[in-house]
């Protein structure tokens, strides 16, 4: 025996399940596919932000090793400019201290041919008052005078 109220019931279970497919399948479907198209519109961005992103980097990396060359160039170019000037007060302080040199030798010829000159005229008035004393009695002044020039010719010439 047929249970038809088993039948009707299974036979409005399918009914409903067809329209509820139909009425809410077209409307699940619309949102999953909007749903995967904004998944898949993200993820291309996010490539597009990725590739963009590492473009960004090699720029930055490619400064950061140009800003390295020329920071080692100014480095270099400093470190030349430092031997140069180096050299160069090096150099000045040697002219420096020849000229310095230079002056102290002839101030010291200057003093000693000085003080040579002044220890011949005593030695030349010595010499004349020991022999004013031992011939003052037997010369007169012109004689006197004439032996002190000559003893102090003879002096200054290093006899």
Known sequence: MINWAALLQIAAFIVFVYALWRLTARPVG?????RGQRIETGLR??????RGAQEAQRETEQQLARARAESQSIIESANKATVVQRQALVEQAQRDADALVARARDAIGRERQAAVDELRREAGRAAVE?????LDRSLD??????????TIADVGRGR
Request: aromatic share 0%; net charge positive; hydrophobic share 40%.
């Open 141 to 150: 002044a012109n004689a006197n005078r004439e032996l002190a020039d000559r």
């Open 130 to 134: 020991a022999a004013r004393r031992v």
């Open 30 to 34: 619309k949102i999953l596919r909007q």
């Open 45 to 50: 961005t996010a490539e597009e932000n990725i």
